[in-house]
């Protein structure tokens, strides 16, 4: 991480070892699968008294979280929901993106947890699922496994979730899945500036390469644009494009420039070799 730039002064190191996954990689009409590995991970067995939120959010602008977190344990929960409370109380800006993971808890459990925990969110991020299994918000019209899309009711849903939960913004990310190897990618956005009445990104038919991570690079996207841009709507493209050009890449991390990124929001897909 320090190779990147990122500060780990504030990592709490404990616990035996480090949660995993394993991934069969789907192609065509073959889905990929996940097997998760976090029984006993270190941050399953996290304890309060870990973490010094009141140092942590001394000076700090901004805190993201997901909803894989909670689904790890309860006391992940309280440990949430204390940085929840102290980053609120700091006037840091929190970010969610819902993540519902059916192989981590069930909808019941997840609900019974982050609707509560949303009192605390600025900006929140999801996909249809998330925001019906998450937090009970069923979207109608659309069928993801046939790669249909009703746009209206994707706006129905910004409109209700922020309408509920007071969100400053809520971004939804839209996936036409035409196969494992082919999707169609695009994000939605509502929020109180630019995006006022939603908004819908160009929309990527990109050839998949590794999915995994294409929404982490959307919602770090989004917070690198709503931090750097004037405009919203600019802010939303870039988080697009980012996660359009992760899917190109294997792995989880989205190694790409900030120069290649705007390059493709510009129109430039052409994909050619740069000498």
């Given amino acids: ?40 991970s270190s941050l399953s067995e996290a304890d309060k008294n870990d973490f ?11 805190f993201h979280w997901t909803g894989i977190t909670p689904a790890l344990g309860s006391n992940i929960q309280i440990i949430l929901k204390e940085a929840l409370k ?20 069930s909808t ?10 949303m009192e605390y969110v600025d ?18 019209g659309t069928n993801i496994e046939k790669a249909t899309i009703d746009e209206d009711a994707y706006f129905d849903l910004l ?5 509920k939960y007071n969100f400053s913004t809520v971004a939804i990310t839209l996936r036409e899945s035409f196969s494992a190897s082919r999707n169609g990618w695009s994000a939605l956005m509502l929020d109180d500036r630019d995006c006022s009445n939603s908004y819908r990104s160009k929309k990527y038919d990109i050839q998949i390469v590794d999915r995994v991570g294409g929404g982490d690079s959307f919602a770090s996207g989004l917070i690198f644009g709503l931090l750097n841009y004037d ?42 070799v740069e000498r």
């Fill in 86 to 105: 102290v980053a609120k109380a700091k006037n840091v800006t929190v970010s969610c993106d819902l993540n519902f993971r059916k192989k981590l808890w």
């Fill in 159 to 163: 409109h209700k979730l922020q309408d």
């Fill in 231 to 272: 405009n919203t709507k600019t802010a939303l493209e870039f988080a697009v494009a980012a996660s359009c050009l992760k899917q190109t890449i294997p792995g989880d991390f989205n190694h790409v420039s900030v120069d290649e990124v705007e390059k493709l929001m510009g129109g430039d897909e052409s994909g050619r």
């Fill in 123 to 140: 900006i929140c991020i999801a996909n249809e699922e998330d925001a019906e299994k998450s937090l009970g918000e069923e979207l109608g």
């Fill in 52 to 62: 010094d939120w009141e140092n942590i959010f001394d000076g700090c602008k901004w």
């Fill in 1 to 40: 991480m320090r190779r990147f730039g990122v500060n780990t002064d504030y990592i709490s190191r404990g616990g035996e070892r480090i949660g995993i996954y394993f991934l069969e990689t789907g192609t065509s009409q073959r889905a990929s699968k996940v097997i998760y590995d976090r029984s006993n």
């Fill in 108 to 117: 019941k459990e997840a609900q019974s947890v982050m609707k509560p925990l």
